[in-house]
């Protein structure tokens, strides 16, 4: 059973930076097949694709391209976000996402509970 804990968020000011981490346990399809995301919800918004990274590449939404980075230490089977430059925009609750990449895209079959990020002005 694939289990995604994330960790790392918090309370910051606006220009401030967080870090959070997905700790991935039972995920064990082949590394050419796995892909991971993360993604975010405000209250009274729809889910929304923050950053994708699979081993072929790495996305990444329009509102945080150059301020969010997406990267993963396989060994640990962990997946991170750092973000900077973090606006008032970005607050939500973020969710870790795992998957398989097949036919070039990443099927998301496993999800985190979430951590919330607050930025105030």
């Known amino acids: 059973q694939v289990q995604l804990v994330e960790s790392g968020g918090g309370s910051v000011q606006a220009g401030g930076s967080l870090r959070l981490s997905c700790a991935a346990s039972?995920?064990?399809?082949?590394?050419?097949?796995?892909?991971m995301g993360w993604f975010r919800q405000a209250p009274g918004k729809k889910r929304e694709g923050v950053a994708h990274?699979?081993?072929?590449?790495?996305r990444y939404a329009d509102s945080v391209k150059g301020r969010f980075t997406i990267s993963q230490d396989i060994s640990k089977n962990t997946v991170y976000l750092r973000m900077n430059s973090l606006k008032p925009e970005d607050t939500a609750m973020y969710y870790c996402?795992?998957?398989?990449?097949?036919?070039?895209?990443?099927?998301?079959?496993?999800w985190g509970q979430g951590t919330q990020v607050t930025v105030s002005s």
């Open positions: 996402a795992a998957g398989i990449f097949y036919s070039g895209s990443c099927a998301y079959n496993y």
């Open positions: 039972g995920y064990t399809y082949s590394s050419s097949s796995k892909c």
């Open positions: 990274i699979d081993t072929r590449s790495t």
